[in-house]
């Protein structure tokens, strides 16, 4: 137990002291995928033919990963989801299901 203990001290003084020295952060709850997806849908309107097809398809993947996040938390993942597509399309690229939630006190549209 006092092995364990030691441990999991060591695992969060490192994390402590990685954090110290490299600052910068990815945004989680499906923020970095719904940015990429709003990127790669924006591009599928300039390429033609099959070509859009799959690119089309890769961009519908990328909003599988928050609304499977959303799923998880046992969250309706449809109205999350389209929730942070939509904010995401209206500018707010920091928004993740985190920060849809906690806004979820508003009036659903």
Do not use: W
């Not at 924006?42 to 499977?68: C, T, W, Y």
């Not at 389209?82 to 009036?107: E, F, I, N, T």
């Amino acid at each position: 137990m006092v092995d364990e203990a030691e441990r999991s001290l060591h695992d969060a003084l490192s994390v402590l002291s990685q954090t110290v020295k490299e600052t910068r952060v990815t945004l989680g709850g499906g923020c970095a995928e719904m940015l990429m997806s709003c990127a790669v849908d924006n591009e599928s309107k300039r390429v033609l033919g099959k070509k859009a097809i799959a690119v089309d398809a890769f961009s519908h993947a990328l909003r599988q990963l928050p609304m499977i996040l959303a799923d998880n938390a046992g969250y309706d993942s449809s109205e999350l989801v389209s929730r942070l597509r939509a904010a995401h399309y209206d500018g707010q690229s920091d928004a993740g299901l985190g920060k849809l939630r906690r806004l979820s006190a508003m009036p659903m549209f």
